[in-house]
């Protein structure tokens, strides 16, 4: 695990990237923001972990390419994979590994890969986009629904979870594979109980439904404003009907600037 423990009390902000922590269009003031952010997160020792469905190079390369602050741990790769950072590397946590090579017993996913080839709706997408524990393909959008029915069928009882989406930039339908009831939010409340971290001290921002079970998971949530009106309705009606109170804010900023409201409501930092 990381070497930096954590202190019982204290906040730790966990992020989405696309569409929430990475400024928007190149925006000036989500850039301005993103650096004021960055400054007093380190200045009030709070630690990061970002939550993304990329894989990690792409990670590493964005948070370069915008000056991210850099995280203390990586959750990529639609949560199939979990790093840690000490002395100033990441490495895998090898419990998680192990846990998500439980769960699929004696299945893999060379064999899913195999069974899938017959398909021919499928085209297996880039390698830096598969993983050990995560398989990929793009599809035709227009008959997603059928594909998706198919993929079904051939998987019959392996234990894997099938997310299917559109990319909103390409247009192709995309289809993941991934072990059963693993996502973003599962790997969080994984690592929250690996680091002994209760959820309200854990301040999660986002901006779609992929952020929607993390939303539900009793952390505190900064749905920032470019996320959609029924998800922000959607979380507030979760976070009612457990009772769970001052644990939702939503942002009267977009993205960036978004979660460094969200930071200051929920008292992050001071600024």
């Given amino acids: 695990m990381n070497n930096r423990s954590h202190e019982s ?6 992020t989405d990237l696309d569409g929430t922590l990475i400024p928007l269009d190149g925006r000036a003031a989500h850039v301005e923001d993103l650096q004021t952010l960055a400054e007093a997160l380190r200045e009030n020792g709070v630690p ?13 390369d964005a948070i370069a390419t915008y000056r991210l602050p850099t995280p203390d741990w990586i959750i990529c790769d639609v ?11 990441y490495a895998v946590e090898e419990a998680y590994r192990q846990h998500l090579q439980d769960l699929m017993g004696n299945s893999s996913f060379h064999d899913i890969q195999q069974s899938l080839n017959e398909l021919g709706e499928l085209r297996l997408q880039e390698e830096e986009k598969q993983g050990e524990f995560k398989l990929s393909f793009y599809t035709d959008a227009t008959s997603l ?62 901006d779609s439904g992929n952020d929607l079970a993390a939303f539900q ?8 404003r ?17 009772n769970w109170t001052d644990r939702f804010y939503r942002a009267e900023s977009d993205a960036t600037s978004g979660v460094f409201e969200g930071c200051r409501h929920f008292g992050l930092i001071r600024r």
């Fill in 9 to 14: 009390g204290k906040q730790i902000l966990a």
């Fill in 48 to 60: 990061i972990c970002f939550a993304s469905g990329r894989h990690f190079e792409i990670i590493l």
């Fill in 79 to 89: 949560g199939t994979t979990i790093l840690s950072r000490s002395d100033e590397r």
């Fill in 145 to 206: 629904s059928a594909t998706v029915e198919k993929v079904r069928d051939r998987l019959g009882d392996t234990p894997v979870s099938l997310i299917d989406s559109v990319d909103p930039f390409t247009g192709d339908g995309l289809i993941d594979l991934l072990p059963a009831g693993t996502s973003k939010a599962y790997a969080l409340n994984w690592w929250a109980d690996a680091q002994g971290v209760a959820a309200e001290e854990i301040v999660y921002a986002g």
């Fill in 217 to 224: 998971a009793g952390f505190r949530s900064i749905v920032v």
């Fill in 226 to 242: 470019n996320a959609p009106d029924w998800l922000a309705d959607e979380v507030a009606r979760h976070h009612a009907s457990n």
